[in-house]
Antibody
């Protein structure tokens, strides 16, 4: 059973770069035609899709964040990463990684990591 | 961007009763609609995908229906563990993007 776990700093200063890694266990990140995804959720607010990366390295980003986001994949470590630069207080949120699972008719996110709280503050 | 609107924001229902949650898309998403359940301090988990397919391990009391722009999640007989926040999610092919509704909080009446 595939499991995901986020890791990274819980505190980032304004204008700096937020860097997170999602480690995949229980299966190879290269197996299957999946996309690997980041989502965030500010406290008490709705979920926001940040973007995704395929096993071949193709990326899709939320247009609202595209100018600040970079995702990468490391198959040797079985993990994928998120970088969000020039952060501001509004980037404070719980960040989740998840697998973009799909069939012929639909896409959904399963499984999810447990989430990591990242606070942007000086 | 496709906007997802859920109603009501909060739904108060007694255990054993039926709950009906709604989700509306600003344009057609065909059947590409999923529902997630989120409990405090936990990550969301998928309960329905493809509008009406229950995810692995989800009890039969959960059902989804709809198409195009109007979707419904029904929980036929509420159990204590069902009280949570529920989000709908759509996926759009081009440009590829997921968007979520703002959530419906299902609380005990």
């Amino acid at each position: 059973q595939v499991q995901l776990q986020e890791s990274g700093p819980g505190l980032v200063k304004p204008s700096q770069t937020l860097s997170l890694t999602c480690t995949v266990s229980g299966g190879s990140i290269r197996r299957g035609s999946y996309y690997w995804t980041w989502i965030r959720q500010p406290a008490g607010k709705q979920l926001e899709w940040i973007g995704r990366i395929s096993t071949s390295g193709a990326t899709n980003y939320n247009p609202s964040l595209m100018s600040r986001v970079t995702m990468s994949l490391d198959t040797s470590k079985n993990d994928f990463s998120l970088k969000l630069n020039s952060v501001i207080a509004a980037d404070t949120a719980v960040y989740y990684c998840a697998r973009d699972t799909w069939d012929r008719f639909s896409n959904w996110l399963d499984p999810w990591g447990q989430g990591i709280l990242v606070t942007v503050s000086s | 961007e496709i906007v997802m609107t859920q109603s009501p924001a909060t739904l108060s229902v007694s255990p054993g009763e039926r709950a009906t949650l709604s989700c509306r898309a600003s344009q057609s998403v065909s059947s590409n609609l999923a529902w997630y359940q989120q409990k405090p301090g936990q990550a969301p988990r998928v309960i329905i995908y493809g509008t009406s397919t229950r995810a692995t391990g989800i009890p039969a009391r959960f059902s989804g229906s709809g198409s195009g722009t109007e979707f419904t999640l029904t929980i036929s007989s509420l159990q204590s563990e069902d009280f949570a926040i529920y989000y709908c999610q759509q996926y759009h092919d081009w440009p590829p993007q997921f968007t979520f509704g703002q959530g419906t909080k299902l609380e005990i009446k």
